[in-house]
């Protein structure tokens, strides 16, 4: 038995045979061209490194390239155009520059479509390209973690600003980071990182590994939206009460209204399991602004979870 992937669809086939042949014959009809693998389905998407000697033994003299992309949707013209790296994944691991580095023509078209100042081509072998994107994705996960916890801990202090901290952190570009995904507020959503940290999860385990880094990773995004549901609910005393919550957008991201992986779902079901209510906005107690964009209307309760939460400091913010 075999599985095949169609983007994050798995479907299990008895015959893979005539399945590769239908799929070939359908895309002979959309005029479609290009080489069909049905094998078993590895971490994010690609060929697993179980099938990768099977497949070489299956089609000789033949080089495969696996060339991940550092792309977010909503951006993907412009992440593919001006990409913080291209990485190139070939069987045999080799310098870009070497004369015996096969995937030539990429590598050309690579530095066609670059628009950024300085582009980064970097080679690797097939294992090594599936690692680093899927540490790229869970390292994001990993960020904004951080910063959401730097949130929680303002909140039960007082006179702290998360907001103030991160940004001051954010700007230690030599050892520490660089600005992005410093700005606490949404834990991390979409159908490719939580999927990714599960996956490393099963992958830890199956490794003998005696931490689970990616599960707590999972479990403190539970908490921490679990923990931002109960804010939501809190009167003026710190009680927590029945509130009726209207949201903004349940999209996963900024301007996008895909809801596969929405941390504002898992929110949502906190806040219903802490005994609040998720109504429409005309009907809300509080309205939750899920965006910094998303525009609010005026006499309504709103509660800014980029802004109002952890945010509280009594003197006014000095400048070092």
Sequence with gaps: MYKIATLYKFSRIQNPLKTHKDIRSNLKELSIKGTILVGEEGLNGTISATCEKKLIDLVPNTNFVYSP??????TVAKDFMDAEMYLVGVQEKLSVDQEVFRPKKLIEYYKSIYEGTNIKIQSCNLKEAECIKIF??????QKINFVNMVQDVADK???????????????STKRLVSPKYMKPGLGDGGSCHP??????RWLSKQLGLEYDLFGQTMLIREKQAETLAK?????PSGKIVEKKVAFTSTGFKEGVDNEDGSYI???QHYIKENGGEIVDIEDCDILFQSWPSDKTPENIDVFNVWEDYGNERIN???NP
């Design 69 to 74: 992309q550092f792309i977010a949707q909503g």
């Design 136 to 141: 790229y994705n869970t390292y994001v996960t």
């Design 195 to 200: 999927r990714d940290n599960i996956a490393l």
């Design 157 to 171: 202090m007082k006179n702290t600003d998360a907001n103030f901290i991160c940004d001051v952190l954010s700007k």
């Design 316 to 318: 006014d913010k000095i």
């Design 231 to 235: 804010r939501v609910l809190k009167d």
């Design 265 to 267: 779902l898992l929110v």
